[in-house]
């Protein structure tokens, strides 16, 4: 072929009929992911959040204070405001009604007029528009004007034009849909997935009822599983919840409230007994995991604000003369805090694009926070007393933690030549194609390394139960050795230039952690330990997607010596006794009961755990950090009350260690 038939043939194959325009919502159908993240279980409820932060832009703007949101029988999902109502009259550019607008067209709506809402959520701002392209169905009944309007759709397409179906007294707005299961791998909803981040919205959004009820299953008394989520001070009692599991240091939380060109800014901060920094920030409602802007000024006028304080009540000269040097992580030692500023127009950056980007916002939170911080330290000399404390204390246990870390990391740098002697490494140095499993015991880990792939996967067994670092100071968790081998054997490193604390993975050796343990309470409590460092250790690992549990099996069906069918639930071990039983194999099978993985040959093992062809790896994600936060704090602090309440209400429901 000459090169001008290859440049005809080029030609043929991408010319201008091979471009795409894509009208409406198809777009949406077409590249779902591109618009709500995944098809998968967090792009499923993130439909919800998109509806529910419509609600929530109403009543940021005083015109709404009650939200009820309901799981329908086969996973369909109402939600009723009684704000104004999106409007239904004729659009002056669309010639269609407004409401017909809103839901079938990308970026129409009233949060992208300035007059209409000066600050709006949800992180992608596509709406309820995106919304009704990704259901088989979606309903729309609007409370206005005395007349209750409706418009039903099917696959973002409207059945029939907004028509008048009754009369009202009320105000408000309900949409109710039905996730399209040709595009979600799940349709099904997680409740205590709503119901973390209502109560959120509820904390950050003072004065708001939220009520969330799952009308799928009633319980033995007929009764729908219900909450109703309600604040009326906001972070303060959000603050409370965090720390409910916590003791602290002073009676109240400290509140922060301000505004300044325009930006208004909203903190709670308390003090508690342990040694770890808790911060959560918020933009618009929106979880800033990766921080930002507005975190870097909440740090800053939190430092001024103690240095300054210290260098006039004398502290700073009386440390000196002990010789204790305090650092800016000194005074986040213990502190508890939620940072929440509305930002008119933000501007997002980073990995999962939460963090904010706004230069300006920073200076704003550093002045209000510098000036309230000051003045409240002034006004509570006992409470200011009782920080410098602790705030002494973990400036004497930083040396302390810092030369164990320089223990480890000096450890660490020399990688391939100090790896830990219980690791069995794997051939390959590509991080991407390689896994790291650690493993309960010796006795399981001797299996791993005779059944895995030598090429991709490496095991480390470790020694009973790790260190529970939520109740331990920092330098004892350096000094744990099985916290030293994990450390040693990922290659990772501790402090980058913006974090002196944050965790380094340039030289991580590996993109798959497998946590796996026995199938029984102990190993629950293992994988539980082990999640817990990681949460408050080496966050960034999961936040990457580098975190995963394997899925030992329970049940062995074998006939003789051969094996029949593996099981990994009760239901799964009851269908195939019943199915061997119909097959005419009655009596002649014997189960077998898993006590630990090492009851199973190299052989069992990879087949049913290690092979990735046949293996179910459920990866560990942070939905939700403060609800995170809450639940590791009351499973592994020091109350027993709360932890076993928890256990009670929620082991129906959900595996709380994995």
Known sequence: MTEEEKRELASEEYGASKIQVLEGLEAVRKRPAMYIGDVHFRGLHHLVYEVVDNSIDEAMAGYCDKIDVRILPGNSISVLDNGRGIPTGMHPKEHRSALEVVLTVLHAGGKFDKGSYKVSGGLHGVGVSCVNALSTHLTAEVYREGQIFKQEYECGKPLYDVKVVGTT????????????????????????????????????????????????????????RSETFYSENGLIDFIDYLDANRTKLIPEPISITGEKNGVPVEIALEYNDEYKENLHSYVNNINTIEGGTHLQGFRSGLTRSFNAYAEKSGLLEKLEKQKVKISP??????????????????????????????????????????????????EHPKEAKTIFDKVTLAAQARQAARNAREKVQRKGALAGFSLPGKLADCSDRDPAKTELYLVEGDSAGGSAKQGRDRNFQAILPLRGKILNVEKAMEHRVFDSDEIKNIYTALGVTIGTEEDSKALNLEKLRYHKVIIMTDADVDGSHITTLILTFFFRYMRELIENGYVYCATPPLYLIKRGTKPIRYCWTDDERFAA??????????????????????????????????????????????????????????????????????????????????
């Open 169 to 224: 007294d009320k105000n408000g707005t309900r949409i109710t849909f039905t996730p399209d299961g040709s595009i979600f791998q799940t349709t099904e909803y997680d409740y205590s997935t709503l119901a973390n981040r209502m109560r959120e919205l509820a904390y950050l959004n003072h004065g708001i009822t939220i009520m969330l009820t799952d009308e799928r299953q009633p319980d033995e008394n007929g009764q729908f």
């Open 577 to 658: 006794m019943v199915e061997l039983t119909k097959n005419g194999t009655v009596g002649g099978y014997d189960v077998q009961r898993y006590k630990g993985l090492g009851e199973m040959n190299p052989e069992q093992l990879w087949e049913t755990t290690m092979d990735p062809a046949h293996r179910t790896l459920r990866q560990v994600t942070i939905e939700n950090a403060m609800e995170a936060d809450h639940i590791f704090s009351m499973l592994m602090g020091d109350e027993v009350g709360p932890r076993r309440e928890f256990i009670e209400q929620n082991a129906t429901y959900a595996n709380i260690d994995a």
């Open 329 to 378: 992580d000194d005074f986040r030692e213990g502190l508890t805090a939620v940072i929440s500023v509305k930002v008119p127009e933000p501007q997002f950056e980073g990995q999962t694009k939460t963090k904010l980007g706004n230069d300006e916002v920073m200076g704003i939170v550093n002045s209000i926070v510098g000036q309230q911080l000051s003045d409240y330290l002034e």
